[in-house]
C-alpha cells in the first residue's frame, strides 16, 4: 500500500492555513463580486463563499494565498488528487501528439475503451461497447436515449433523491426543486420512485424487519396492471445516492429492483458517476451488490482534471444503432483520454491499493463521527462506504427535524473559515459530505474531521433544541 509519506508529497504541507481576517479575502471577494457580474449564477458553485486559484493535490489554494484542505474534491471529480505528476506528464507528452480528432477513431479512444471495458463489473468486463461524453449529463442524457431505442419503449423510472444532471432529459430524471422548477416542460414519461432511505423510510418501516418494502414498491410499479407504468424502457438507478444525501442502501434494494427489470424486459441502468471510480471501497458501487447493470454510467473521477465520462452498455447491444446516429463532436479528446487512462491505472495500482485503502480509511473516519454523534445534538445519522460518508444534521434528534438554512449556511461558513472545504447536500441541504480525493492523507482527513466536530459543535450550542 502507499505511505502516508508519499501521498504528502502529492499535496502542499501546512493546510489549513488562513492568512487573511475573513474569508474570503479582499482580493477573493472582488472577483466573486465581477464573477456575479460576468459569469451565470446557474452553475452549482455561485454562492459558495471561495474562489480557486490554485490546486494541489487535497489541498487548494485562493487568490489572497489562503491555503484549504479540500474534502470534496472538486464534487468527487479529483479522484487522484490535483495535477497528480503522473496526470501532468502524460497531459504534456500528449499535447506534443494530437489533441483534438473530432468524433473519427484515434488511436487514445480506442485504447480508452479497452481500458474502461477492462474495468467493468464482471457482466461488463471486457464484455461491453462505451459512448464518451464530456460530462455525467451527457452520458446519463445517452444512456436514457440509448434504453428507448434498444427496447422501443419510452418510460424510465427514476428514483425521489436522485441526481442524474440538469440537462432537459436529466432533469427530469433529477428530483431537486431548484434543477426542475421553472424549466419545464421536461421530457415526458418519468416515474418516480421511493429509495431506500432508512433514516427517514416513506413507508414508516425500520430495516431488517422492513423486508425492504421500497425495493418491493419498483416491483409493483413495473408489474402490476395499472400503475401508469406499461411502456418503460430502463430503470435508472444510483448505486450510492450522492446529492439526495449521501446515502447507502441495502444491497437487497437494488437486487429487487434488478430482479423486477427482467420480469418486465426493461433495462437497470447504474449510475455511478459519482459513486464509482474507487471513492465506495471498490471499482464500482454496484459490485457490493449481486445486479449485472446493462447499463453503467460513469464520469468525474475517470476524467479528473480533464472533462471526461461516458456510458458503457452490453456488447450485445451494439447491432441495435445506427452508425453515425448520435455523433458528440468533441468526445474522447485525445489530451482528456490518456488522463482518464491514467487515473483508472493509478486508481487500480494493486501496489497502492488505494481503493483498498479508501475503505480502511473511511470506515476509520466514519467511526469517529458516530463516536462523536452519540454525544452531540445535532448529528441525527452518519452513513457512507469508503471515502463517501454522509453526516445528516438535525435539529432535533428525536423528531429528525433538518437543521434549517441559516444554521447550516454557519456551518459551511464556519468551515470555510477554518480552511475546509465542504460541499453540502439532501433533500433538505442538511447533510455534510466527505468525499476527498483517495490520495488524501490520513493526517489531512483527520484534520478536516477535526475542524467539522468543532464546527458543528460550536453551531449546536447555539442551535440544539
Given at each position: 500500500?502507499?505511505?502516508?509519506?508519499?501521498?504528502?508529497?502529492?499535496?502542499?504541507?501546512?493546510?489549513?492555513?488562513?492568512?487573511?481576517?475573513?474569508?474570503?479575502?479582499?482580493?477573493?471577494?472582488?472577483?466573486?463580486?465581477?464573477?456575479?457580474?460576468?459569469?451565470?449564477?446557474?452553475?452549482?458553485?455561485?454562492?459558495?463563499?471561495?474562489v480557486?486559484?490554485?490546486?494541489?493535490?487535497?489541498?487548494?489554494?485562493?487568490?489572497?494565498?489562503?491555503?484549504?484542505?479540500?474534502?470534496?474534491?472538486?464534487?468527487?471529480?479529483?479522484?487522484?488528487?490535483?495535477?497528480?505528476?503522473?496526470?501532468?506528464?502524460?497531459?504534456?507528452?500528449?499535447?506534443?501528439?494530437?489533441?483534438?480528432?473530432?468524433?473519427?477513431?484515434n488511436?487514445?479512444?480506442?485504447?480508452?475503451?479497452?481500458?474502461?471495458?477492462?474495468?467493468?463489473?464482471?457482466?461488463?468486463?471486457?464484455?461491453?461497447?462505451?459512448?464518451?461524453?464530456?460530462?455525467?449529463?451527457?452520458?446519463?442524457?445517452?444512456a436514457?436515449?440509448?434504453?428507448?431505442?434498444i427496447?422501443?419503449?419510452?418510460?424510465?423510472?427514476?428514483?425521489?433523491?436522485?441526481?442524474?444532471?440538469?440537462?432537459?432529459?436529466?432533469?427530469?430524471?433529477?428530483?431537486?426543486?431548484?434543477?426542475?422548477?421553472?424549466?419545464?416542460?421536461?421530457?415526458?414519461?418519468?416515474?418516480?420512485?421511493?429509495?431506500?432511505?432508512?433514516?427517514?423510510?416513506?413507508?414508516?418501516?425500520?430495516?431488517?424487519?422492513?423486508?425492504?418494502?421500497?425495493?418491493?414498491?419498483?416491483d409493483?410499479?413495473?408489474?402490476?396492471?395499472?400503475t401508469?407504468?406499461?411502456?418503460?424502457?430502463?430503470?435508472?438507478?444510483?448505486?450510492?445516492?450522492?446529492e439526495?444525501?449521501?446515502?447507502?442502501?441495502?444491497?437487497?434494494?437494488?437486487?429487487?429492483?434488478?430482479?423486477?427489470?427482467?420480469?418486465?424486459?426493461?433495462?437497470?441502468?447504474?449510475?455511478?458517476?459519482?459513486?464509482?471510480a474507487?471513492?465506495?471501497?471498490?471499482?464500482?458501487?454496484?459490485?457490493?451488490?449481486?445486479?449485472?447493470?446493462?447499463?453503467?454510467?460513469?464520469?468525474?473521477?475517470?476524467?479528473?482534471?480533464?472533462p471526461?465520462?461516458?456510458?458503457?452498455f452490453?456488447?450485445?447491444?451494439?447491432?441495435?444503432?445506427?452508425?453515425?446516429?448520435?455523433?458528440?463532436?468533441?468526445a474522447?479528446?485525445?489530451?482528456?483520454?490518456?488522463?482518464?487512462?491514467?487515473?483508472?491505472?493509478?486508481?487500480?495500482?494493486?501496489?497502492?491499493n488505494?481503493?483498498?485503502?479508501?475503505?480502511?480509511?473511511?470506515?476509520?473516519?466514519?467511526?469517529?463521527?458516530?463516536?462523536?454523534?452519540?454525544?452531540?445534538?445535532?448529528?441525527?445519522?452518519v452513513?457512507?462506504?469508503?471515502?463517501?460518508?454522509?453526516?445528516?444534521?438535525?435539529?432535533?434528534k428525536k423528531?429528525?427535524?433538518?437543521?434549517?438554512d441559516?444554521?447550516?449556511?454557519?456551518?459551511?461558513?464556519?468551515?470555510?473559515?477554518?480552511?475546509?472545504?465542504?460541499?453540502?447536500?439532501?433533500?433538505?441541504?442538511?447533510?455534510?459530505?466527505?468525499?476527498?480525493?483517495?490520495?488524501?492523507?490520513?493526517?489531512y482527513?483527520?484534520?478536516?474531521?477535526?475542524?467539522?466536530?468543532?464546527?458543528?459543535?460550536?453551531v449546536?450550542?447555539?442551535?440544539?433544541?
Amino acid at each position: 500500500m502507499i505511505s502516508e509519506t508519499e501521498l504528502a508529497k502529492l499535496s502542499w504541507s501546512g493546510a489549513p492555513k488562513i492568512i487573511t481576517r475573513t474569508v474570503p479575502g479582499p482580493k477573493g471577494k472582488k472577483l466573486l463580486a465581477d464573477a456575479w457580474k460576468t459569469e451565470s449564477m446557474t452553475r452549482g458553485g455561485g454562492d459558495y463563499p471561495l474562489v480557486f486559484d490554485k490546486g494541489l493535490g487535497v489541498t487548494v489554494k485562493d487568490p489572497d494565498g489562503n491555503l484549504y484542505i479540500d474534502v470534496s474534491a472538486g464534487v468527487g471529480v479529483n479522484s487522484v488528487g490535483r495535477r497528480h505528476p503522473k496526470v501532468v506528464k502524460v497531459i504534456k507528452q500528449q499535447v506534443d501528439g494530437l489533441m483534438h480528432a473530432s468524433d473519427i477513431s484515434n488511436t487514445k479512444r480506442t485504447e480508452l475503451a479497452r481500458k474502461v471495458a477492462s474495468v467493468m463489473p464482471p457482466n461488463l468486463r471486457n464484455n461491453c461497447i462505451s459512448y464518451f461524453a464530456q460530462s455525467g449529463s451527457g452520458a446519463v442524457e445517452t444512456a436514457i436515449k440509448f434504453a428507448r431505442h434498444i427496447t422501443g419503449r419510452s418510460q424510465i423510472i427514476a428514483f425521489h433523491g436522485a441526481y442524474h444532471g440538469v440537462w432537459c432529459g436529466t432533469a427530469a430524471l433529477t428530483t431537486g426543486n431548484r434543477y426542475r422548477h421553472g424549466w419545464g416542460p421536461l421530457i415526458p414519461g418519468v416515474i418516480h420512485v421511493p429509495y431506500a432511505y432508512c433514516y427517514r423510510c416513506c413507508f414508516g418501516l425500520e430495516y431488517p424487519s422492513c423486508g425492504v418494502q421500497c425495493g418491493k414498491y419498483v416491483d409493483y410499479v413495473l408489474n402490476t396492471p395499472y400503475t401508469g407504468a406499461d411502456d418503460v424502457a430502463a430503470v435508472i438507478v444510483e448505486p450510492q445516492q450522492g446529492e439526495g444525501g449521501y446515502l447507502v442502501p441495502p444491497p437487497a434494494f437494488f437486487e429487487l429492483i434488478k430482479a423486477a427489470c427482467e420480469k418486465n424486459g426493461c433495462l437497470y441502468i447504474d449510475d455511478e458517476v459519482q459513486a464509482g471510480a474507487g471513492r465506495s471501497g471498490k471499482m464500482w458501487a454496484i459490485e457490493y451488490t449481486k445486479v449485472k447493470p446493462d447499463m453503467l454510467t460513469w464520469g468525474k473521477g475517470m476524467g479528473g482534471d480533464m472533462p471526461m465520462a461516458g456510458v458503457s452498455f452490453r456488447a450485445d447491444f451494439a447491432d441495435k444503432f445506427v452508425v453515425g446516429s448520435q455523433p458528440n463532436t468533441f468526445a474522447a479528446n485525445a489530451v482528456a483520454a490518456m488522463v482518464c487512462m491514467t487515473n483508472i491505472d493509478i486508481i487500480t495500482n494493486k501496489e497502492d491499493n488505494l481503493i483498498g485503502r479508501a475503505a480502511k480509511l473511511g470506515e476509520e473516519i466514519k467511526a469517529r463521527i458516530q463516536g462523536a454523534a452519540k454525544k452531540s445534538k445535532i448529528i441525527g445519522d452518519v452513513r457512507g462506504r469508503g471515502l463517501w460518508i454522509g453526516v445528516e444534521l438535525v435539529k432535533n434528534k428525536k423528531t429528525k427535524e433538518p437543521l434549517g438554512d441559516k444554521a447550516m449556511g454557519e456551518v459551511v461558513g464556519g468551515l470555510v473559515s477554518n480552511g475546509i472545504i465542504m460541499v453540502p447536500c439532501g433533500r433538505s441541504g442538511n447533510v455534510l459530505r466527505l468525499m476527498p480525493s483517495l490520495t488524501v492523507t490520513s493526517a489531512y482527513l483527520n484534520k478536516a474531521t477535526d475542524i467539522l466536530l468543532k464546527v458543528v459543535k460550536q453551531v449546536e450550542a447555539k442551535t440544539a433544541k
